[in-house]
């Protein structure tokens, strides 16, 4: 056999408070996150709303220490993942390639092809797949492999997603039985199973099987967890004027202290590390929205990083995938087959009376809104907290 990579795939964060901005930039610039029916207009919308965006953005990540952990808690999940596998004989190089920031994925690529590996897995570090995190960086992954002769020697294995891997439902079994038992009462405790959201389009326009796949996720983590609390499924880290999937966790929060919930156990389900979102969004802002509410006891599961149990699972994931034939990132796109990348079939380029009349009315919408942001520093997207 010959030398094995793994490359670990993830949505990367701004290391210190400058990166804010030029990470935001990165974000909004790619089609998978923001769904612009014309190309032209996504590099100014996204300097436009990171620039405005960052400032917010930047007083949370100062919140949690003056910047993202992602960086550190994925190099060593990597490091981990490296042990595990030599330990039942199976040497590997691991690299971390980030979706949005350093190290992005290119510079795992180019050190890949530096290595000499001959055999790639590629694991992506969220369990369930979305057009908007795997399904982007498989887009860009299919482009860099078209364009270097190099990499079309090396053999790679894609894994599309695997939040039903036994391994993982078990490690976030064991840490919510843990959060549970330290209740006074265990089976008290309200599980409130917290996704990132999504707009809603992608699931209903775009076949993005997220949802899907995060309620059937939830159902295997309660099987396995085997105890008798009741949960509550709901979405947060909304962005934008658009709707997102519902119900959102702001208002499930509310809802369930009105129906008198007094122990909320929250489990942040579709990211594998602590990040922004659990350790700002989740610690600070939803549990002051639920005391403000009446629920006096918060606590929120942590986040997997380098659990034993999840760490053997990514483990046996690789050697899974070494001994499975080989996909492509075009086969996993057609395997998740309600997917359609952007842009989506009825936005096709073409010279077609309705693209050219959908296209002349969302270039002027969207110029409007600028136009007024710029002018007065309010508008839709300062309104509905985009920027
Ligand atoms: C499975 C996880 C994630 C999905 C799905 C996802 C979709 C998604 N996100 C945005 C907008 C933003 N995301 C931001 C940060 C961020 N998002 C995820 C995960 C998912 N995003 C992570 C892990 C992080 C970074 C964490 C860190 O620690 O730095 C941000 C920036 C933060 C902020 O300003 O609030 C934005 C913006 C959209 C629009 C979207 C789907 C379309
Ligand atoms: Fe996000």
């Known amino acids: 056999m010959g030398r094995v990579g793994v490359l670990l795939l993830n949505l990367g964060g701004p290391d210190k408070l400058e990166d804010v901005q030029p990470f935001l930039y990165n974000l909004f610039s790619d089609p998978e996150i923001i769904r612009l029916p014309f190309s032209?207009?996504?590099?100014?919308?996204a300097w436009f709303i990171s620039t405005r965006r960052s400032k917010t953005s930047q007083e949370n990540y100062r919140k949690i220490g003056g910047g993202s952990p992602l960086r550190q808690i994925t190099e060593a999940q990597g490091e981990a993942l490296r042990e595990q596998l030599a330990q039942i004989g199976?040497?590997?190089?691991?690299?971390?390639?980030?979706?949005?920031?350093?190290?992005?994925?290119?510079?795992?690529?180019?050190?890949?092809?530096?290595?000499?590996?001959?055999?790639?897995?590629?694991?992506?570090?969220?369990?369930?797949?979305?057009?908007?995190?795997?399904?982007?960086?498989?887009?860009?992954?299919?482009?860099?492999?078209?364009?270097?002769?190099?990499?079309?020697?090396?053999?790679?294995?894609?894994?599309?997603?695997?939040?039903?891997?036994?391994?993982?439902?078990?490690?976030m079994a064991e840490l919510i039985a843990q959060e549970l038992d330290q209740l006074e009462n265990p089976d008290e405790g309200h599980i409130f199973f917290s996704a990132h959201g999504v707009p809603k389009s992608y699931v209903e326009e775009a076949g993005d099987p997220y949802q899907q796949e995060i309620e059937e996720c939830t159902y295997l983590i309660m099987q396995t967890l085997n105890r008798s609390n009741p949960h509550t499924l709901a979405y947060q880290s909304r962005v934008g004027p658009v709707e997102w999937l519902q119900p959102y966790t702001e208002e499930a929060i509310e809802e369930l202290a009105q129906e008198g919930v007094n122990n909320l156990?929250?489990?942040?389900?579709?990211?594998?590390?602590?990040h922004i979102e659990t350790l700002e969004e989740i610690d600070i802002e939803y549990r002051e929205i639920a005391e403000e509410a009446g629920i006096t006891n918060f606590r929120r599961v942590p986040a997997l990083n380098v659990h034993p149990v999840f760490i053997q699972a990514l483990a046996d994931l690789t050697v899974d995938a070494l001994k499975s034939p080989s996909i492509s990132f075009a086969q996993v796109n057609q395997m998740k087959k309600k997917v359609k990348i952007y842009p989506p079939e009825r936005w096709e380029w073409g010279i077609t009376t309705s693209a050219e009349i959908w296209n002349g009315r969302v270039a002027m919408l969207g110029f409007l809104a600028l136009m007024i942001e710029i002018l007065t520093g309010h508008g839709l997207f300062h309104a509905v907290g985009l920027l």
């Not at 032209?40 to 919308?45: G, I, R, V």
């Not at 929250?266 to 594998?272: G, L």
């Open 40 to 45: 032209w207009l996504q590099k100014p919308l």
């Open 90 to 171: 199976e040497e590997a190089n691991i690299y971390v390639g980030m979706r949005y920031w350093h190290p992005y994925t290119e510079e795992a690529i180019a050190q890949i092809v530096n290595d000499g590996i001959d055999e790639l897995v590629i694991l992506p570090l969220y369990p369930q797949f979305s057009i908007s995190t795997s399904g982007s960086s498989y887009r860009l992954l299919e482009k860099i492999w078209q364009e270097n002769s190099k990499l079309q020697q090396v053999k790679y294995s894609v894994i599309a997603s695997w939040y039903k891997q036994p391994g993982y439902l078990q490690a």
């Open 265 to 274: 156990v929250v489990v942040p389900i579709s990211f594998v590390s602590e």
